[in-house]
């Protein structure tokens, strides 16, 4: 007989250590990692909620998190020289860290890259319990409890305007929320849109589009694509 605790931890055997992009590993709690010199670990015990970076659109939006901190823009919230064009982010928190939404945090994990790349705080909001609890545990594990604060919610989270907001859904829903996230965005602010299946791109740019929003970069694996959009200054 097959116990239903076997059931519940077998998902566990085939959550490897994984390694994203040139920085990031996600380390299951229940493994051990050698940490190499310029690691950014995630510590990570996902549950019930979804956030594993098993899953593409989750490695396209840790990806894209990367470029962004390569470019200054976690660390220091300023302006900067990337697919927008010099000085295409305001600099309405220059110096500063970035303040950061995470609309469906899930299991925290974007919410953590982002703290550990530099962001000054983190707001993460979920409709589901189940996530706000992993995302507020996760946040704990990885000593990042003052700077990730999770409640329920989505777009808009009525706490805006933000420097970066992430948006790891799927296409319906961005385009249901894309009133809510134009609200939460700084002008010259930065969303990282995800969860996009490639035969809805079309429907979703369009949507940013009817909202004066910019596609500036664009991260494709397999039929999954993430997007970085810029709301002008």
Do not use: Y
């Amino acid at each position: 007989m097959i116990l239903e605790a076997d059931w519940a931890n077998a998902w566990k055997a085939h959550f490897p250590v994984l390694r994203i992009g040139r920085r990031i590993v996600i380390r299951p709690t229940w493994r051990r990692h050698r940490r190499q010199p310029g690691d950014v670990v995630l510590a990570l015990d996902p549950g019930m909620a979804f956030g594993t970076g098993l899953h593409p659109t989750t490695r396209l939006c840790l990806a894209a998190l990367e470029s962004l901190a390569d470019r200054g823009l976690l660390a220091t919230g300023g302006t900067g020289d990337g697919p927008g064009g010099p000085g295409a982010l305001a600099p309405a928190t220059t110096g500063s860290p970035a303040r950061v939404l995470d609309v469906g945090s899930g299991s925290g994990i974007l919410s953590i890259a982002a703290a550990r790349l530099g962001a000054g705080s983190v707001l993460a909001v979920d409709v589901d319990p189940i996530a706000v609890d992993a995302t507020r545990i996760n946040a704990r594990r990885n000593r990042l409890s003052r700077v990730i604060r999770a409640r329920a919610g989505s777009a808009p989270s009525g706490e805006g305007p933000f420097d970066i907001v992430l948006a790891n859904l799927i296409a319906s829903l961005l385009i249901t929320l894309a009133d809510g996230l134009v609200q939460d965005l700084r002008p010259g602010g930065t969303l990282l849109a995800s969860g996009i299946f490639e035969n809805r791109e079309a429907e979703v740019r369009s949507a940013f589009a009817a909202r004066g929003l910019l596609i500036v970069n664009r991260w494709l694996e397999g039929d999954w694509i993430a997007l970085e959009v810029q709301r002008p200054a």
